[in-house]
């Protein structure tokens, strides 16, 4: 008796918390676990940005990248570097035809009278920032956007089949994007994906010494009169591209800048021989890079 009596009690006091939580879930004292929003994401790799940089002379050929840029060509002492942007939302961010965009004249995209393609406006910003707090601003123009490289696993949302390749041009359709789970790659070695630290580009020449690179995905800007502002954050702050959060768009890592750094260069990528392509403003989308 003492043991069917102690079991009934516990059967009446499992349904009666039962019961209590059923109530309380109805009263909307307890909340139910909402769905994660649907968004992307965009963030820049700092550790890849950290790996890949070195200071060097190279001569600048009379290139559009350079003619953009108001940069001299010769012989010019610059610093190369990569960037790498993923997506780690819970959605594609998805562009599409750019010559789409560029014809409603919505802001995303201007015509690049040399290159005689789209530049997308406002992907990202690049400086150089000296431990006085001056600011020198790289000329790099955004081309398009691709997957070119699965995240890796530890940001938690695994990549799919890539969906984004082909940036598209003023005569055939492209399909831009970067989806959840990959990520897009401006290279070292891609044209005018450089700061020129001798005053070659009329910026004023860099001194030796320590610096930091920082970049900005999807920066804000104040619109001018009649430009477009296609989506604005909390602080009222025009963006290209909305996000699920614009608080993780900056990455800054350390560098240096030696008084003679030659032509095999100083830094993580001192005397590489990768062929720098003065022509082509992005990988061409073929495949994804190997990392």
Known sequence: MIRYSSVRRRVVF???????????????????????????????????????????????GHVCSAEEGNVEPGLRRILRFTVMTPNIGTADLHIGDPLEHFNANDGL?????????????????????????????????????????????????????????????LSSPGNQGISAGWADTYRFTLAGQYFVLDGGDGQPAVPSGNYRIRITVNPPFVARKNEPCPVTDAAGYCHQLPELDYTNNVVEVPVFIPSHPGQQGTGPLAGNTDPVIEDRCHDDGTKPNKK
């Open 14 to 60: 499992s349904i009666h918390a039962t019961l209590c939580v059923a109530l309380a879930v109805l009263a909307g004292t307890i909340q139910r676990p909402e769905a994660q929003p649907l968004g992307a994401d965009l963030i820049v790799r700092g550790d890849i940005l950290s790996q890949q940089w070195l200071v060097r002379d190279e001569r600048i």
């Open 109 to 169: 995209f201007e015509f690049a009278s040399c290159h005689n393609h789209l530049h997308f406006r406002h992907y990202a910003l690049y400086e150089l920032i000296g431990q006085d707090g001056y600011v020198w601003k790289a000329a790099k123009r955004g081309f398009c956007m691709l997957d070119t490289d699965p995240n890796p696993a530890y940001y938690g949302t695994a990549p799919r089949d890539w969906q984004y390749r082909s940036c598209g041009s």
